[in-house]
């Protein structure tokens, strides 16, 4: 290989970025929770503002259920069992303990 420059060439390889599937959190409605336990817990876990977290009480109290954030699958877990450690409504004598919330794939457009 005598007088033959040596050449190499070098491929950047593109990194592929996978879109991470998204994940609702669901709070469910219970009768041992105040509408003041929801609307704290949607403030201090969630980020929501005062207006938004009155509505999400309202919604779980018609509805039964409220989605409190959409995210890929490992935060939505965490925000889960954030919910089922947030503790008793101090409010009510009756409350032992948290609401429960899960985790359901979220509906993608187009799916």
């Known amino acids: 290989m ?5 050449t190499s060439t070098l ?10 599937p998204p994940y609702n959190v ?13 609307i ?13 977290a009155f509505e999400m009480a309202k919604t779980v109290d018609k509805t039964g259920r ?8 490992e935060h939505a877990e965490l925000k889960r069992e954030q919910v089922h450690g947030f503790g008793r409504d101090r409010l009510l004598m009756r409350s032992m ?5 899960v985790i359901e794939p979220a509906q993608t457009p187009g799916a």
């Open 66 to 73: 409220v989605i409190c954030c959409t995210t890929h699958k």
């Open 40 to 52: 704290e817990m949607m403030m201090r876990l969630f980020g929501h503002p005062l207006e938004r």
């Open 11 to 20: 491929v950047e390889a593109s990194p592929v970025v996978e879109e991470l």
């Open 26 to 38: 669901v709070l469910l409605d219970d009768d041992d929770h105040t509408y003041e336990y929801v």
């Open 2 to 6: 005598e007088g033959k420059p040596q």
């Open 97 to 101: 303990g948290s609401m429960s919330a």
